[in-house]
């Protein structure tokens, strides 16, 4: 079993920075793809932004300019900087992982528990 632990959300003013961290655990080969997905209320949960293992990113075009995805293999984890939030950033921030267990199982998909950010005056 591979766990995604996230840390990192909280309140913030608008125009303020925020950075998400996550990092996974358990038995993992290799991690293809990590990256944050976003849910706020009421709306289907979106891609903000991923990071595959040759460090090629890709971001929604709401955030480009304004967040920053780095990740560190040796750790197996991956971070969210957020800069110039404004209040429709607001959501639960979810981890995600597209990874191999072992050598020889194919590729699954592991999700954070979620992490909210909230930004408000």
């Known amino acids: 079993q591979v766990q995604l632990v996230e840390s990192g959300g909280g309140l913030v003013q608008p125009g303020g920075s925020l950075r998400l961290s996550c990092a996974a655990s358990?038995?993992?080969?290799?991690?293809?793809?990590m990256g944050w997905y976003r849910q706020a209320p009421g709306k289907q949960r979106e891609l903000v932004a991923t990071?595959?293992?040759?460090?090629?990113?890709r971001y929604a075009d709401s955030v480009k300019g304004r967040f920053t995805i780095s990740r560190d293999n040796a750790q197996n984890s991956v971070s969210l900087q957020m800069n110039s939030l404004q209040p429709e950033d607001t959501a639960v921030y979810y981890c995600?992982?597209?990874?191999?267990?072992?050598?020889?199982?194919?590729?699954?998909?592991?999700w954070g528990q979620g992490t909210q950010v909230t930004v408000s005056s």
């Open positions: 995600r992982s597209d990874l191999q267990a072992t050598i020889t199982q194919g590729i699954y998909v592991a």
């Open positions: 358990g038995s993992i080969f290799r991690i293809i793809t």
């Open positions: 990071i595959n293992i040759g460090g090629v990113t």
